[in-house]
């Protein structure tokens, strides 16, 4: 079997079983393999319930006791069980599954697994797993893959599915020589995919994703480099002076750019009329005030006589910017012709738009991914303006760019990465900091807390919402199943409609949406028809709600620092104070510790770099992936060594500088000859270099970036 295979050339999926496989994009045998588990346990030996401790996953075995009761809170089904073993009592709650009153039966002894809460002086699971002794006994000592699911879709099915895979799969040799394996310490891929899949132990598993995560930043690195010796120093065919335009739109503004502000437009200013094209990023800290740079490039882009476009990750962002433009035109009279082009205007709409910007009646264009179409066609494009650069592919930019002869590139980003990490990162392009904010907004009240304080939270949130502001919750899963002891957004928004008032309006949000229903979310959501947003990571960069003033992020221990920080860049938007409630499932020192550096700084790039110091070995699996890179398996937080060790291993077989000599490999296999045009003597190293730059699944996964 091959990449490429279908799935149901495996035993036991039929057309049913494909559809469910379809619905987490695998189709093809290729896809099962590099589906990667999403989590992986230790089952350990059962514990009395009295040595049971709060916010740890542990299993119990235990008898029930006394009566088993099942209640209906609005549309929630409650059952509650009472179990008991020598040494003490548990209470256990289970959520819309009424028909386990059939199976605890007072006298009946199962082994219960979960994550252990306290209520009062109760111990308490919600949503257990229960096992037989004998089915239980299996799973002790053993590293478990946990992956991802969807409704219908069981891990044990996977499971099944990625081991005649395996079983069945023509490897063919390691791409990576062994020269290159051997100086940086990379598992064979064979035993490395086996081992991502099945460990052995948790040292192999740990050697395995070291092995996955290196070749991903290697393969996204070298396409990186390849891509900024294509780009360098393009001549500037649209100088540009800095006319009135720009100096008149800053006399009129309510309040004076920042020191930060100031010296990153100087910088674009002078890129714009130098001889050579622009190619920068200005990085700034959420609530910055990266936008009205963008706008100013743009007004001098207008005024001197050319068009610009501005391309946002969703269509409500693209929207918002377009609206805060239009702005800008009626308040303060620019001379900038704002048009929107997104996916969902309808054909008439779409052919209007197309005609405006050929014609050049529109001199700034605002859109999604339908900017880049190959009906839309420019009359001079000289700036191109992308909002959040990591959500767009590299193919996407170029795409973009070649719309106009050799345009001037601008990427805003708010994420704060530490400057060793963005020097790898960005490494094509200039970089323009702005590490101040304006001294006019109101720091977000933070506070890090226990699962015990969640009613707090919602009475909290009532109050909130009857001032007339609304709320985010941000759950780390989709739906119910995809990971044990994980909150997921369906689930948890059926309790927030239980415990809120009815009238309070609660909705929810995720990627698997259709993205028409993930628009009109988000949209009546802005136009406060939504008081409540239940939602995954997808709201992270999508969404401007100057109305929102809390976020709750639930099982906060299992995201990044730096990704918190993001989310909580949704609030305090607006006039009004805004909190941020991070709620740990974990109480331990270390994790309370970790976020504890929320509490203390609303400093995006010091809780980044803070981030970087604190991970460890220890946090490989137990945190979920900061967001910022959309990368497989990697972070460049956790595995950030790995990312400046791939770093050098590309500058290594790229051959910068001319022949290369690495440590213990002898001189004749070292040498490399690549030429510029593709051609020359490649050595060991011929077999990695065509399959980065041919059609493989990592070239083709990372232009989506």
Sequence with gaps: MEDGTSILELKGIGEKSQKLFAKVNIRTVGDLLYYYPR?????????????????????????????????????????????????????????????????????????????????????VMEQPRMYKPEEYAKYLACVQPHYALTKGLTNQAVQKAVKQALACYAFGPDPYPESLRRQYDLMERREAINNMHFPVSYEELVKARRRVVFEEFFSFLYLLRENKEQCKLLENEYRMLETADTGRLLEQLPYRLTGAQARAWQEICRDLSSPWCMNRLVQGDVGSGKTIIA???LLMCAANGYQGAMMAPTEVLAAQHYEGICQYVEKYHVTLRPLLLVGSMTAREKREAYEKIASGEANLVVGTHAVIQEKVHFKNLALVVTDEQHRFGVRQREILAEKGSKPHVLVMSATPIP????IILYGDLQ??????????????????????????????????????????????????????????????AQKLRAVLPADIQVATLHGKMKPADKNRVMEEYASHNIDVLVSTTVIEVGINVPNATVMMVENAERFGLAQLH???GRVGRGEHQSYCIFISAQDSKDTMERLDILNRSNDGFYIASEDL?????????G????????????????????????????????????????????????????????????????????YLRGETRLQVDFRTI
């Design 623 to 690: 945190i979920r992936q900061s967001g910022t890179f959309a990368f497989r398996m990697g972070d460049i937080y956790t595995d950030a060594e790995i990312l400046k060790q791939a770093s050098q291993a590309v500058d290594l077989v790229r051959g910068l500088g001319g022949n290369v000599q690495m440590d213990n490999v002898p001189s004749e296999k070292a040498q490399l000859d690549i030429a510029s045009d593709g051609g020359g003597r490649y050595g060991e190293y011929s077999g990695l270099i065509e």
């Design 613 to 621: 110091k604190l991970r460890g070995p220890g946090d490989l699996f």
């Design 431 to 492: 970089v323009s900091l702005i590490d101040e904010l304006p001294a006019n907004r109101l720091p977000i009240k933070n506070c890090v807390v226990g699962t015990s304080y969640r009613p707090r939270a919602y009475q909290f949130i009532e109050k909130e919402v009857r001032a007339g502001r609304q709320a985010y919750v941000i759950c780390p899963m989709v739906e119910e199943g995809e990971m044990e002891d994980l909150e997921n957004v369906t689930g948890y």
């Design 295 to 297: 706008v100013l490039a």
């Design 566 to 568: 993001q989310l909580r």
């Design 419 to 422: 400057r060793t990490l963005a």
């Design 39 to 123: 989590d992986y346990e230790t089952f350990q030996e059962p514990v009395p319930v009295a040595q049971a401790k709060t916010g740890e996953v542990c299993a119990v075995q235990a008898m029930v006791c006394g009566t088993v009761n099942v209640k209906k809170v609005r549309s929630l089904t409650l059952l509650n069980a009472l179990v008991r073993d020598d040494s003490g009592g548990m209470q256990l709650t289970f959520f819309n599954m009424p028909f386990l009153k059939n199976v605890l039966k007072p006298g009946s002894r199962h082994i219960f697994r979960g994550r252990v809460q306290t209520r009062g002086t109760t111990l």
